[in-house]
């Protein structure tokens, strides 16, 4: 039999280890650039839907529309949403001059969740010159799939005397899956930005003693298809939106007095009172005191965006200390500087 309190000393062990770590964690924000970029050359676009069927298509969607158990131009008006979340989202975040749906201009596909091939540049430049627009985003397809769950289970329900009798409970419940596929044109320089198929779901369940009552629980499923489409077209502008991100650093909160003094400033968010205190400790005589004071101080010049100064002190730090965590943060520095080279072409 194992006998009570048999860890604690593992446990114990664990914990003076951890206690022990020479290094403390730290996250800060940082700012990814857009996964899509488009040149602040392109002023106006152009929205164009070509997830309807075409004519010779129609007959076979319709088919696709009953074995899927969709609704009434469910998927017609939920591609509509996704033109609106789109436009709207566009609109708001003050990316291009005019942003319009091409309504006018004729445009289908082959329907039934049927990715289309790409449009020729010769067809893209027509859509553009009668749009009066200097890119296009596609709504290449919009289909929706309907997966219909139905079960019973026996329970007990209050009956007019307030007596417990046995009843039936029906569940019933639908899970839509919305599938949709996007491309932007640009047509002056002839590449397609961006393609991107995007999936998502929406559950409707019902429950009732009467299955009738079950089946109406579940009759607002079109709502929420609807708002999910629309959800699906603010997403996608999103894409062309540079966001934030939160990384995790670990920096050294032992050597001397002034790292621990250093850490609880850090710990209070007083990241330039704790660099003050690092930053008097890169001459220590002792090798691996000023490699880790080096390294910190890269953590510093981080957190306030001189990157260039922060891939300087981890080079130190490696280069003259052999402080090993600095050569794997140099990575992280290079990858960052990277990226911000990309956002700042993107801010041009």
Not at 49 to 65: E, F, P, Y
Not at 269 to 297: H, I, Q, T
Not at 326 to 338: E, F, G, H, T, V
């Amino acid at each position: 039999m194992k006998k009570p309190f048999s860890n604690i000393p593992l446990l114990l062990l664990s914990l003076l280890l951890f206690s022990c770590s020479p290094t403390n964690m730290m996250t800060l924000s940082v700012t990814e650039p857009a996964p899509v970029y488009v040149p602040s050359t392109i002023h106006t676009v152009g929205i164009l839907n070509r997830s309807n069927a075409s004519k010779q298509n129609t007959l076979l969607d319709n088919v696709d529309k009953i074995l899927s158990a969709e609704g009434k131009n469910l998927d017609k008006d939920g591609a509509r949403k996704c033109l609106l979340g789109l436009r709207d989202e566009l609109r708001a975040d003050s990316l291009f001059t005019q942003v319009k749906i091409l309504d006018s201009i004729p445009s289908s596909g082959p329907g039934m969740g049927v990715v289309p091939t790409a449009l020729s540049w010769d067809t893209v430049d027509k859509i553009c010159r009668e749009g009066k627009v200097d890119a296009l985003f596609e709504l290449s397809s919009y289909d929706t799939d309907a997966k219909i769950g139905y079960s019973t289970r026996n329970v007990q329900v209050a009956g007019p005397l307030g007596v417990l009798v046995p009843a039936l409970e029906h569940h019933a419940s639908v899970t839509t899956t919305i599938k949709t596929y996007w491309r932007i044109y640009d047509p002056v320089n002839k590449i397609i930005r961006d393609e991107l198929p995007m999936n998502s779901w929406v559950t409707s369940t019902g429950v009732g003693i009467n299955p009738l009552k079950a089946v109406e629980a579940v009759m607002g499923r079109k709502e929420a298809v609807m708002t999910e489409s629309n959800k699906i077209g603010q997403n996608y502008a999103l894409r062309l939106i540079p966001y934030k991100i939160r990384v995790a650093r670990e920096y050294f909160i032992r050597g001397t007095d002034n790292f621990k003094i250093a850490n609880r400033r850090a710990q209070a968010g007083d990241w330039a009172g704790a660099a003050e205190l690092w930053n008097k400790e890169v001459s220590n005589p002792k090798g691996k005191v000023a490699g880790r004071a080096c390294y910190n101080m890269a953590i510093s010049n981080e957190i306030d965006g001189f990157l260039d100064e922060a891939v300087k002190w981890a080079q130190k730090s490696y280069s003259d200390y052999n402080i090993k965590l600095a050569l794997r943060y140099l990575d992280m520095l290079n990858y960052r500087k990277a990226r911000k080279q990309e956002l700042d072409q993107q801010a041009k």
